[in-house]
């Protein structure tokens, strides 16, 4: 079975910075490219990072491209979301989820139940 | 970046209703578009990938069409469990991006 989940959410200042971490297990981790999407309260959703299964490729959002870096440790069936400059804006539930490949394009196949992260004063 | 606008914002439905959702990008995305459901503070879950192709385990009154820039989620006959909020993605490029939502209400 499939799980993910997800740590490391809080409340930080703004300016601050956070690691968010998916534990993976149910499947081979390495295998699979990994996305982070959030969704800040009472509003939709957001893609944020992806990171391909070996790690060598990584994409973001125009909205966090030089604040926020995505990893993964295959050895740890872990992702990670490094969050800098953190603002209000980035108030949000942040998912993890397992991609889904056809084509070559992927989409976000199983989702975690997803941290909060508060930024705030 | 690709733009998703999904209508209506709002359905409202009831049970054994057809219901039909629609999202439109703002350029060809050929067929690389998810539906995806979400229901009130729990994760969204995949119901359909490549525009039509249904995910292990939805059930068949899910259905999904179109390719290029317009795009249909249909379900046949609402059912109590399908009230809950629609997201279309685009995932022909990075960055992915979503549709605003559909909200569909019970009648």
């Known amino acids: 079975e499939v799980q993910l989940l997800e740590s490391g959410g809080g409340l930080v200042q703004p300016g601050g910075s956070l690691r968010l971490s998916c534990a993976a297990s149910g499947f081979t981790f390495s ?3 990994m996305n982070w999407v ?6 939709g959703l957001e893609w944020v990072s992806a990171i391909s299964g070996g790690g060598g490729s990584t994409y973001y959002a125009d909205s966090v491209k030089g604040r926020f870096t995505i990893s993964r440790d295959n050895s740890k069936n872990t992702l990670y979301l490094q969050m800098n400059s953190l603002g209000a804006e980035d108030t ?5 989820a397992k991609s889904g490949c056809s084509g070559g394009s992927c989409y976000s196949r199983f989702w975690g139940q ?7 004063s | 970046d690709i733009q998703m606008t999904q209508s209506p914002s709002t359905l409202s439905a009831s049970v054994g209703d057809r219901v039909t959702i629609t999202c439109r990008a703002s350029q060809s995305i050929s067929s690389w578009l998810a539906w995806y459901q979400q229901k009130p503070g729990k994760a969204p879950k995949l119901l359909i990938y490549e525009a039509s192709s ?3 385990g939805v059930p068949s009154r899910f259905s999904g069409s179109g390719s290029g820039t317009e795009f249909t989620l249909t379900i046949s006959s ?3 469990d399908d009230f809950a909020t629609y997201y279309c993605q685009q995932y022909n490029s990075y960055s992915e991006t979503f549709g605003q939502g559909t909200k569909v209400e019970i009648k």
């Not at chain 1, 997803?114 to 705030?120: A, C, D, Q, R």
């Open chain 2, 78 to 80: 609402l059912q109590p």
């Open chain 1, 38 to 43: 959030r969704q800040a309260p009472g509003k």
């Open chain 1, 31 to 33: 295998n699979y490219a």
């Open chain 1, 92 to 96: 949000a539930v942040y998912y993890c």
């Open chain 1, 114 to 120: 997803g941290t909060l992260v508060t930024v705030s």
């Open chain 2, 54 to 56: 249904l995910e292990s």
